[in-house]
């Protein structure tokens, strides 16, 4: 029952993506794990925002992604997409009316970084890509020094190292929060107290998920890989914290073993 409901929540979503979203990319993002689905009764007031390079669900309330959804193979870090020659590219979201979004103002001396769920650096493959990476519905407010600009970075630079050896990885990211949340700007944009990272090989159907802390994370002279085996957790601990299934297109049996996978680091190479 659960696979057959996956699909028809998947050919709703995909339903329910804007016209210009709702095409084979699109469909193909989802296709292998399925859309993180809200649990309960009632989801939270969301729409479902279907981009070049990363598929996310935008929470009205906190105005910021409850989820991002990329598949990552090799060729999405080749091409000449470059973050540098795109000027002032942080922007509010053009898909979203003012009122229902976070913007630049909100960001504007809050303290926080503005925080990539889906990282520019995935996006060399394509302009329009690289461009809507920088949209603020993909971010959420992020401690700079030691977290986004550290721990964080160094899980998405990890994450692209990965990729050269499983060849396709489905990576899910997104924002935790406490009941009553910290808010920035007079939008009130919703402050995490954590982010989780849950990545995915669909070939060899193994997965590792990460929770890291909003605060800056001292590394003690350890390596990115040594930092990060303190936040490894399971799968199936973020849905709890977070209110969300995943791997919802997966047999029960398969969905079951992963979202229960025992913490355990993924070897390391070189960059592709």
């Given at each position: 029952?659960?696979?057959?409901?996956?699909?028809?929540?998947?050919?709703?979503?995909?339903?329910?993506?804007?016209?210009?979203?709702?095409?084979?990319?699109?469909?193909?993002?989802?296709?292998?794990?399925?859309?993180?689905?809200?649990?309960?009764?009632?989801?939270?007031?969301?729409?479902?925002?279907?981009?070049?390079?990363?598929?996310?669900?935008?929470?009205?309330?906190?105005?910021?992604?409850?989820?991002?959804?990329?598949?990552?193979?090799?060729?999405?870090?080749?091409?000449?997409?470059?973050?540098?020659?795109?000027?002032?590219?942080?922007?509010?979201?053009?898909?979203?009316?003012?009122?229902?979004?976070?913007?630049?103002?909100?960001?504007?001396?809050?303290?926080?970084?503005?925080g990539h769920m889906a990282p520019a650096a995935d996006m060399k493959f394509s302009?329009?890509?690289?461009?809507?990476?920088?949209?603020?519905?993909?971010?959420?407010?992020?401690?700079?020094?030691?977290?986004?600009?550290?721990?964080?970075?160094?899980?998405?630079?990890?994450?692209?190292?990965?990729?050269?050896?499983?060849?396709?990885?489905?990576?899910?990211?997104?924002?935790?929060?406490?009941?009553?949340?910290?808010?920035?700007?007079?939008?009130?944009?919703?402050?995490?107290?954590?982010?989780?990272?849950?990545?995915?090989?669909?070939?060899?159907?193994?997965?590792?998920?990460?929770?890291?802390?909003?605060?800056?994370?001292?590394?003690?002279?350890?390596?990115?890989?040594?930092?990060?085996k303190q936040f490894m957790v399971k799968a199936g601990d973020i849905e709890d914290?977070?209110?969300?299934?995943?791997?919802?297109?997966?047999?029960p049996r398969d969905r079951t073993r992963l979202l229960d996978m025992a913490p355990?680091?993924?070897?390391?190479?070189?960059?592709?």
């Amino acid at each position: 029952m659960r696979v057959l409901a996956s699909i028809l929540s998947l050919v709703l979503v995909a339903w329910a993506l804007p016209a210009a979203a709702a095409d084979d990319d699109c469909k193909a993002m989802l296709s292998i794990t399925g859309a993180p689905e809200y649990k309960g009764s009632e989801a939270p007031d969301h729409t479902i925002l279907c981009r070049a390079g990363y598929v996310l669900s935008y929470n009205k309330n906190r105005l910021t992604p409850d989820w991002v959804l990329e598949v990552l193979n090799t060729d999405r870090f080749k091409g000449t997409a470059d973050r540098t020659a795109l000027k002032n590219p942080f922007a509010p979201d053009p898909d979203l009316k003012p009122g229902q979004r976070s913007e630049l103002k909100d960001y504007a001396a809050s303290g926080y970084d503005r925080g990539h769920m889906a990282p520019a650096a995935d996006m060399k493959f394509s302009r329009e890509a690289m461009i809507e990476s920088f949209y603020l519905s993909n971010m959420a407010p992020q401690v700079g020094i030691g977290m986004n600009r550290g721990i964080w970075a160094d899980l998405e630079k990890l994450t692209r190292i990965w990729v050269c050896k499983h060849n396709e990885l489905v990576a899910i990211s997104g924002p935790i929060y406490a009941e009553a949340p910290e808010t920035v700007g007079d939008d009130k944009v919703a402050v995490p107290t954590a982010f989780y990272k849950i990545l995915y090989d669909p070939q060899r159907k193994r997965i590792i998920a990460f929770v890291l802390p909003n605060k800056p994370v001292d590394k003690a002279g350890k390596t990115a890989v040594e930092a990060l085996k303190q936040f490894m957790v399971k799968a199936g601990d973020i849905e709890d914290r977070v209110g969300l299934t995943f791997l919802d297109a997966l047999t029960p049996r398969d969905r079951t073993r992963l979202l229960d996978m025992a913490p355990a680091m993924w070897s390391r190479l070189d960059l592709c």
